[in-house]
């Protein structure tokens, strides 16, 4: 079955660590966006994708890098210049009309 | 900029219609679509309005009038399993696919 994976379901961080999400699709779409959501929130765009080896920031992209290697993959690193990451971190990508998105990874900082 | 209010909780009882309203502001309007959010699960779309009118998809409608800037989902029949977020997205033209999405809407069925 198509869809989008993510992983690892959920992620501890240490103060000053880097950290890359992983978010693998086999639905043959272009587009992927990575978005982020704090309790009781909305989404927010982080960086999203269009074509392979090109990726634009969104609203919220300082702490964040991403890169797009291949059409599959579109990992994100949370550096640690983001002070506040905790968060629940969706990947998704651009089907005919809606978004698909992965089951989310939930990042805590300790 | 772009900006997207919805009621934050509505509460209903099974077997009764519930209509949350989203109203938008942006430039260059292409596409208001739906998406519902179970706790601690991914959002899973539900409709997509890019013309004026109606859209159904069995127990869910969804609705756009571009002109007063303005769409609804309209969930009908309640059921236990409707209780999650409902969000509105806002798609711009040229904007390669970037979704704005609205703060959600808590849905809340009682027996």
């Known amino acids: 079955d198509g869809g989008i994976t993510q992983s690892p379901k959920y992620l501890f961080r240490k103060e000053g660590q880097n950290v890359t999400l992983s978010c693998e699709q086999n639905l043959n779409h272009d587009a992927m966006y990575w978005y982020r959501q704090d309790p009781g929130q909305g989404l927010r765009l982080i960086y999203y994708s269009q074509i392979v080896n090109d990726f634009q920031k969104g609203d919220i992209a300082e702490g964040y890098s991403v890169s797009r290697e291949k059409k599959e993959s579109f990992p994100l690193t949370v550096t640690s210049a983001q002070k506040n990451p905790t968060a629940f971190y969706l990947c998704?990508?651009?089907?005919?009309?809606?978004?698909?998105f992965g089951s989310g990874t939930r990042l805590t900082v300790v | 900029g772009q900006s997207l209010e919805q009621p934050s909780e509505v509460t209903a009882v099974e077997g009764a219609i519930v209509q949350i309203n989203c109203t938008y502001q942006?430039?260059?309007?292409?596409?208001l679509s739906w998406y519902q959010q179970h706790d601690g699960g991914a959002p899973t779309f539900l409709s997509y309005n890019g013309l004026d009118g109606l859209e159904e998809t069995g127990r869910f409608s969804s609705f756009l009038s571009r002109s007063d800037s303005y769409g609804y989902l309209l969930l009908q029949e309640l059921q236990m399993k409707d209780s999650a977020s409902y969000f509105c997205?806002?798609?711009?033209?040229?904007?390669?696919?970037?979704?704005?999405f609205g703060a959600g809407t808590q849905v809340v069925v009682t027996p």
């Open positions: 997205a806002v798609r711009q033209t040229d904007s390669w696919g970037k979704l704005q």
């Open positions: 942006t430039s260059g309007f292409y596409g």
């Open positions: 998704a990508s651009m089907g005919n009309y809606g978004y698909t």
